[in-house]
Structures are given as C-alpha cells and as structure tokens.
C-alpha cells in the first residue's frame, strides 16, 4: 500500500488546537487498523526544541531517542500510544542545516542553492524518510498561513502532492470561527481570507476543521463551503469541548476518519471500537471525586511549561476516578517568609517537577522538607529529585552547606554534581543526559510496589546527578535509593521508607504517560493523595 499523507495547517491564529486535531485523527485511522505516524513542522529556525525557553514556547518534550523537540509530540504519543523519533520533528533550521552540510561536502555539483528546489526537496525527504513503512503520515504544519517562514514548507507540501497525488494526499485546514458578542452570529470572514491564503500558496484544501465555542449552524457551514470551494460535507465542526481527549469522538461523529478514507479509496482493517477510550473520557469528565495537589515549579505562569505533567495527572486522576486540581506555588514566596509554606497544609499531596537554575531553589527545598516531616505524599521529578537530596542531606543528615553545584559552584558539600566521566559540552543543545534510560528497582521497595518490575526505562533531561561520595551518608540517616542505574553510579529513584508516600525520580515519567497507559508513579501518587484526603 502507498503511504497516504494528511497536511494538516492552520488559519486565522495560533493556538487553535491543530495538533489535538492531527493526533484525533490518527487516533482514528489507527482504530480503523492503519499504521500511523505523525510529523511536526516548526518553522522556527532552531535545529530543535532544546534551548528555548520554556516560557517563550513551552515545554520541551523528550523523545525516546533523545530528541527535544515541540510539546505537540507529547500529544501525538499520547494519544496514539506509540513512541516517536526525532524524525518526526522538522525545523527550519534542521532542513537548512542539512542543505548547508550538503553544501560543503559538495553535494549539488557546483550548483546554486537555493531554496526552490534544494531547501524543499529536503523537507520533502524528510517527510519521506518519518513516513517509511506506515499506511499514513500526518503532517502537521506549526503558525499559520501566510507567515513567511512557513512559506517553504508550503511549497514543499504543494509538490509533494503534485508529485504523489491527488489520491494519496489530503489537505486539512484548522481555522477560526468566531462569535462576536455585539452581533451574536458566526463569523466566517476570517476563514475565508485564511483559506484564500493557502490558495495563493497553491493549495486547496480537501477538508475545513472549523474551530467555534458552539456546533457550526447549517447556515455556517454552507457560507464556508460555497466561498472556500470545499463540499458542505467536508466542513467539520469542531466546538469546544470539557476534555481535549472528547476531540476524536467529536470528529467520528463528524465522520471525518470515513471521508479521509473515501478520499484515499481506503477501506477499515478492522471494525473501529473506541469504547475504552470513551469510558476514560466519562470518567475525566464527570469524576467522582477530586483531590489538590500543589505543583512547586519554575514557570507557573505559563501552564504550558508543565503540559506533560498536566495531563498525566489528567491519565492517573481517570484511573482513580478523581479530578486532580492543581494548586500553583511560586516557591520564591517560601524564601522571603518561611511561614508561607503551610499552604501546603490546604493540600492533598507536593510535586515538584524539573526545572533548571538558582530561582526558587531553595524554596522547593522548604516545601519539600516540609512534606516529609508534615507526612505530606510527594513526588519529585528530575529537579525535584535532586532538591529532595539536598533538603535531606541538610536536615537529616545535617550537612551543612548542602547544595547543588548548579546553583552554588563551590558548595562545601556538593550533593548534586556533574559526575567524573560526564561531558559537559560548549554548546547547549543536546549536550544533556536524554532519552530513554534503564532503571533497575530493588525488590521490596515502593518503587517496586509501584512499576511491579524490576527493571524500567523512562525518558531523561538533565547535565546533574547525585554525587556517589553522598550516598552511604544519606542511605545511612534513612533515605533508600530504589532505583539505580545498570552499569554507573547514577541514582534514579529515592524514597522515604517510614513515610507514607515520599518518592523521587531523576527521570521524566510525565513524558510516557498515554492516556490508555498511564504513568504508574502518577496513578500510585494521585492514589496516596486521596488516601492522605480520606
């Protein structure tokens, strides 16, 4: 079967959910029995994801491979339950970085480079080279039509469609639908001129997913239809929803999977059964119970920095039929008033997530001693691991100057360290520990109640490890490391034997829960939560 392709774009602004939209729809043609994939275009000109900050783009989301990459592949992992590659990601500037490299090793024979056809016969290479050996890629271009850095990749997509054709490609454009409140009706102007857009850059496209705060009336979709030269049947609604996980139900209903299909003269594999996704849905829906954790991060002003987390609680609070209410701690409060932190006593259950630098450090610290002595449940993520070592080296062990080397250079007593044989390289991209990693788990251990295995990967992001000097000091006062790595003295997991529920990890487990499997440290710790509130 000839791989079959889905370009989906977007229209009017950014934020419209074109990623939800990709990843419902793979969710559906891999109900039906494809193969699926998707692909993220970002037309930024990083090579990836890795130096930019948080609050300027969102969360970084790793990769089995270790590739940092744009948070919509977190969503297409979760939702399709599959493992993605660095393949999957193109940016502006990994295209152009592999034309300049070309380039040098004289591979255009004396040519001029140029744009058209090198730069987009690239991205249509690597679009090819993620869609081998699936029945359907789907293409998902980041911005919106008619940026002028999206233009290449545009014309990239016309030619491939040209050059695969008209039944092997499908276009999909997400656009914006507005009401405004003076005149109550629904706009489709800014529709039309989006989709006049992306006819200049030579594409029409096959389908319209039509973003509004309520179902498009039939009056609606018709305007839609007869200025934007699509069927009236190809205009989908597509109205907010309580969950994002709601979406691919929503589009079934729509009959959006059958009209791709019909367009690529495809037939189902197998009869399509999304009764445990809708059970899942129910259940995040209309919870029976809820429960307040506190998050201690970095960027709590901007919740897409914690989207992975976000929605793990959201997978782990299905699985106990609860909701999970998140509660904002700026830690920086706990350095300037100490008392502030028995705002934790209003909550169920601490988790302090990654995070990089000085700010707001030791006010993690605080809220994380405080949780172990208050017998408060805790779950600490990567820098949250290392801030519970370092808060108990001080307290319980009392060592004094405790610190990590992150935040203070020549701390007497380095908790958290770059080890020996650790490279710390100039750059600052890919120069971390990342990817997927092996954990090997103590049997007896909560870690182990936990995974009920003893041996597990997750995904890793960081340059500091606890320092192997440390261990014997820490292990010796009452706290266990579980979980070590295979082959280096590189702790994982730690965990408070007497305490309830005080668990770190130094990998990123947020990253491989899928709304079908979720993440179990996530499910045991929303579970002793709810214990904590009984």
């Known amino acids: 079967m000839q791989t079959k392709y889905i370009i989906t774009t977007g229209g009017v602004i950014s934020g419209l959910g074109k990623g939800i939209v990709s990843s419902s729809i793979g969710r559906l043609l891999q109900a039906a029995g494809f193969k699926v994939?998707?692909?993220?275009?970002?037309?930024?000109?990083?090579?990836?994801?890795?130096?930019?900050?948080?609050?300027?783009?969102?969360?970084?989301?790793?990769?089995?491979?270790?590739?940092?990459?744009?948070?919509?592949?977190?969503?297409?992992?979760?939702?399709?339950?599959?493992?993605?590659?660095?393949?999957?990601?193109?940016?502006?500037?990994?295209?152009?970085?592999?034309?300049?490299?070309?380039?040098?090793?004289?591979?255009?024979?004396?040519?001029?480079?140029?744009?058209?056809?090198?730069?987009?016969?690239?991205?249509?290479?690597?679009?090819?080279?993620?869609?081998?050996?699936?029945?359907?890629?789907?293409?998902?271009?980041?911005?919106?039509?008619?940026?002028?850095?999206?233009?290449?990749?545009?014309?990239?997509?016309?030619?491939?469609?040209?050059?695969?054709?008209?039944?092997?490609?499908?276009?999909?454009?997400?656009?914006?639908?507005?009401v405004l409140s003076v005149v109550g009706e629904q706009k489709t102007k800014p529709t039309q001129h989006s989709v006049q857009r992306l006819q200049e850059a030579g594409i029409q496209p096959d389908f319209i997913v039509?973003?509004?705060?309520?179902?498009?009336?039939?009056?609606?979709?018709?305007?839609?239809?007869?200025?934007?030269?699509?069927?009236?049947?190809?205009?989908?609604?597509?109205?907010?929803?309580?969950?994002l996980y709601e979406v691919p139900l929503l589009l079934q209903k729509e009959g959006l999977d059958r009209k791709l299909m019909k367009k690529f003269g495809l037939k189902r594999k197998k009869a399509v059964n999304l009764s445990a996704w809708r059970k899942i849905v129910k259940r995040m829906i209309k919870p029976k119970k809820t429960v307040k954790i506190a998050m201690a991060g970095k960027y709590t002003a901007l919740s897409d920095s914690y989207v992975s987390i976000l929605e793990a609680f959201k997978h782990a609070g299905a699985v106990n039929n609860c909701e999970v209410e998140i509660e904002w701690i700026e830690t920086t409060d706990f350095e300037t008033d100490k008392k502030k932190v028995k705002i934790l006593?209003?909550?169920?259950?601490?988790?302090?997530?990654?995070?990089?630098?000085?700010?707001?450090?030791?006010?993690?610290?605080?809220?994380?001693?405080?949780?172990?002595?208050?017998?408060?449940?805790?779950?600490?993520?990567?820098?949250?691991?290392?801030?519970?070592?370092?808060?108990?080296?001080?307290?319980?062990?009392?060592?004094?100057?405790?610190?990590s080397v992150e935040i203070e250079k020549n701390a007497k007593h380095p908790i958290i360290c770059i080890l020996p044989d650790q490279y710390e390289g100039i750059n600052m991209g890919a120069t971390m520990r990342l990817g997927s990693c092996p954990c090997k788990i103590e049997k007896g251990t909560l870690a182990h109640k936990i995974y009920g295995d003893t041996l597990i990967h997750e995904r890793h992001r960081h340059r500091y490890e606890l320092n192997p000097e440390y261990i014997e000091?820490?292990?010796?006062?009452?706290?266990?490391?579980?979980?070590?790595?295979?082959?280096?003295?590189?702790?994982?997991?730690?965990?408070?034997?007497?305490?309830?529920?005080?668990?770190?990890?130094?990998?990123?487990?947020?990253?491989?829960?899928?709304?079908?499997?979720?993440a179990p440290l996530f499910v045991h710790f929303v579970k002793a939560c709810l214990d904590k509130k009984a």
Do not use: W
């Open 37 to 178: 994939t998707i692909v993220k275009i970002d037309p930024y000109i990083n090579v990836d994801a890795g130096t930019m900050n948080p609050f300027e783009h969102g969360e970084v989301f790793v990769l089995d491979d270790g590739g940092e990459c744009d948070m919509d592949l977190g969503n297409y992992e979760r939702f399709l339950n599959i493992n993605l590659s660095r393949n999957n990601n193109i940016t502006t500037g990994k295209a152009y970085k592999a034309v300049i490299d070309k380039e040098r090793k004289g591979e255009y024979l004396g040519k001029t480079v140029q744009i058209i056809p090198h730069v987009t016969r690239e991205i249509r290479d690597q679009i090819h080279k993620a869609a081998k050996g699936f029945d359907i890629c789907i293409v998902e271009l980041g911005g919106t039509v008619g940026d002028i850095e999206s233009m290449p990749f545009l014309e990239a997509v016309r030619h491939l469609h040209l050059t695969e054709g008209d039944k092997n490609v499908a276009f999909l454009h997400v656009t914006l639908v507005p």
């Open 210 to 243: 039509a973003r509004s705060e309520s179902r498009l009336h039939k009056k609606t979709q018709e305007k839609i239809a007869n200025f934007c030269n699509v069927q009236a049947e190809n205009v989908i609604s597509d109205p907010d929803c309580k969950s």
């Open 345 to 403: 006593d209003k909550v169920d259950g601490l988790l302090v997530p990654g995070g990089f630098g000085s700010r707001g450090a030791e006010g993690k610290i605080t809220a994380i001693n405080y949780a172990r002595k208050n017998k408060l449940p805790f779950l600490g993520l990567c820098y949250g691991f290392q801030m519970a070592a370092v808060g108990f080296a001080r307290k319980a062990c009392n060592l004094k100057g405790a610190n």
């Open 473 to 518: 000091v820490l292990e010796k006062n009452g706290l266990k490391f579980s979980g070590k790595a295979p082959k280096s003295p590189i702790m994982e997991i730690l965990e408070l034997p007497k305490h309830p529920f005080f668990i770190a990890t130094q990998g990123h487990p947020e990253f491989k829960s899928r709304v079908e499997s979720p």
